[in-house]
């Protein structure tokens, strides 16, 4: 099946869409990309998205308001993404819509009783006639589960070793792993969990130290010229999220845009510039990711394979090498995958095993009480042909 996955992360900085090809089932499922490209939310739209995020400045008409302007972008994002392949939409089967993510409710205990991931499908839908499959959460969260990370039952079809224990871990604005047992090993089961702030201290801390001038701290610029707070950095690991045991999740809801001020006047109270601010917090992130392995990795890790934004940035590259330490620290593109548009990949993979009644989650990934079948189905145009083509 042709097949456009569509993602958009916490970062909320634009939309990564992907033609993909998804054929076979598991644990045979082959997928790759066509054609990928990085669809730009508008001026100021990231800014909208962020401030309707938060509790104290988003209003239930903005809310509503963005649910249809953002169906109305990422269906040209498909349109843009398919008008530079080979094939026109009548040829393409589904999309696999995430949509948004603007609130994931993690209560006190650690479990998720509600998510909210914005994105009209039936605009999708309407504007391409291709038949739309989205809102992949709640289902899990219904049956028990956490309803992430969903890229790790993905992870768990296409990226496990012969012989090695791997961590697949991302960076975006929250940083998430997977852990995965290599395919000789046919009892152990793989783990996954949000380890904690990605990128989005770092670039919370950018935005508001440069009023809004940039947005994240290109190739750690500035934090390689800052010096490393060792005492500030033990006691902003003591927060209470890196000791719950996994399954757990977490998003801009707990590591926000007010906790990055207070990050910031906290650092200026100890005497620290903005360098160094973000040298620290750079750390945080890349030491929670470590203690997160020393902590919770079913087995030692003998490979990592980094994905998301943060793979760019220079300091978390090197803190990691070392904190990771014997284990092979790579990227996707080392595996023959394309890191940008892996959860493009993802959603298209999800969209293809929903459209065949197939589970997109595993208990041991999620916490839910069994395996799920993610997701909702609007009917484009091409709906009948497709059910027709592909069950009778």
């Given at each position: 099946m042709r097949i456009v996955g569509l993602m958009s992360g916490t970062s909320a900085d634009g939309i990564d869409a992907a033609l993909c090809e998804v054929t076979g089932e598991p644990p045979d499922i082959r997928a790759r990309i066509i054609h990928a490209i990085a669809y730009p939310y508008p001026e100021g739209f990231q800014a909208r998205i962020l401030n309707a995020s938060q509790p104290d400045t988003g209003r239930?008409?903005?809310?509503?308001?963005?649910?249809?302007?953002?169906?109305?972008?990422?269906?040209?994002?498909?349109?843009?993404?398919?008008?530079?392949?080979?094939?026109?939409?009548?040829?393409?089967?589904?999309?696999?819509?995430?949509?948004?993510?603007?609130?994931?409710?993690?209560?006190?205990?650690?479990?998720?009783?509600?998510?909210?991931?914005?994105?009209?499908?039936?605009?999708?839908?309407?504007?391409?006639?291709?038949?739309?499959?989205?809102?992949?959460?709640?289902?899990?969260?219904?049956?028990?589960?956490?309803?992430?990370?969903?890229?790790?039952?993905?992870?768990?079809?296409?990226?496990?070793?012969?012989?090695?224990?791997?961590?697949?871990?991302?960076?975006?604005?929250?940083?998430?792993?997977?852990?995965?047992?290599?395919?000789?090993?046919?009892?152990?089961?793989?783990?996954?969990?949000?380890?904690?702030?990605?990128?989005?201290?770092?670039?919370?801390?950018?935005?508001?130290?440069?009023?809004?001038?940039?947005?994240?701290?290109?190739?750690?610029?500035?934090?390689?010229?800052?010096r490393i707070d060792e005492d500030w950095l033990h006691e902003l690991l003591l927060h209470p999220y890196y000791d719950i045991k996994p399954p757990k999740t977490t998003g801009r809801e707990l590591f926000s845009k007010a906790m990055a001020a207070d990050l910031i006047a906290e650092g200026q109270r100890r005497g620290n510039n903005a360098s160094s601010i973000l040298a620290t917090i750079t750390t945080l992130t890349a030491q929670s990711i470590a203690d997160a392995y020393d902590r919770f990795a079913p087995a030692p890790i003998e490979e990592v394979i980094l994905g998301g934004g943060g793979r760019h940035n220079a300091l978390m590259l090197d803190l990691l090498a070392g904190l990771l330490r014997p284990a092979v620290v790579m990227t996707h593109e080392d595996v023959g995958m394309d890191s940008d548009n892996k959860e493009a990949l993802v959603f298209a993979v999800l969209a293809h095993e929903s459209w065949h009644a197939r589970p997109g989650t595993l208990p041991a990934l999620t916490g839910g009480l069994h395996p799920s079948v993610l997701g909702q189905i609007t009917p484009g145009q091409n709906y009948v042909d497709l059910i027709r083509r592909t069950f009778c």
């Amino acid at each position: 099946m042709r097949i456009v996955g569509l993602m958009s992360g916490t970062s909320a900085d634009g939309i990564d869409a992907a033609l993909c090809e998804v054929t076979g089932e598991p644990p045979d499922i082959r997928a790759r990309i066509i054609h990928a490209i990085a669809y730009p939310y508008p001026e100021g739209f990231q800014a909208r998205i962020l401030n309707a995020s938060q509790p104290d400045t988003g209003r239930v008409d903005e809310l509503c308001k963005l649910h249809f302007r953002l169906g109305e972008l990422f269906a040209a994002a498909v349109l843009a993404v398919i008008e530079g392949s080979p094939f026109n939409p009548s040829e393409v089967d589904l999309i696999g819509l995430h949509g948004q993510t603007f609130w994931h409710n993690v209560e006190p205990d650690g479990r998720v009783s509600a998510t909210l991931q914005l994105t009209e499908a039936s605009i999708l839908a309407e504007r391409t006639g291709i038949t739309t499959v989205s809102n992949f959460r709640p289902r899990d969260i219904a049956a028990g589960g956490q309803g992430a990370p969903l890229t790790a039952y993905i992870d768990w079809l296409l990226l496990r070793h012969p012989t090695k224990w791997r961590a697949v871990q991302n960076i975006g604005g929250i940083g998430n792993v997977t852990f995965l047992p290599p395919l000789s090993d046919t009892t152990a089961q793989p783990s996954a969990f949000d380890t904690g702030p990605g990128n989005a201290l770092i670039d919370s801390i950018m935005v508001q130290l440069t009023a809004g001038a940039q947005t994240y701290d290109e190739d750690a610029r500035l934090a390689l010229q800052g010096r490393i707070d060792e005492d500030w950095l033990h006691e902003l690991l003591l927060h209470p999220y890196y000791d719950i045991k996994p399954p757990k999740t977490t998003g801009r809801e707990l590591f926000s845009k007010a906790m990055a001020a207070d990050l910031i006047a906290e650092g200026q109270r100890r005497g620290n510039n903005a360098s160094s601010i973000l040298a620290t917090i750079t750390t945080l992130t890349a030491q929670s990711i470590a203690d997160a392995y020393d902590r919770f990795a079913p087995a030692p890790i003998e490979e990592v394979i980094l994905g998301g934004g943060g793979r760019h940035n220079a300091l978390m590259l090197d803190l990691l090498a070392g904190l990771l330490r014997p284990a092979v620290v790579m990227t996707h593109e080392d595996v023959g995958m394309d890191s940008d548009n892996k959860e493009a990949l993802v959603f298209a993979v999800l969209a293809h095993e929903s459209w065949h009644a197939r589970p997109g989650t595993l208990p041991a990934l999620t916490g839910g009480l069994h395996p799920s079948v993610l997701g909702q189905i609007t009917p484009g145009q091409n709906y009948v042909d497709l059910i027709r083509r592909t069950f009778c």
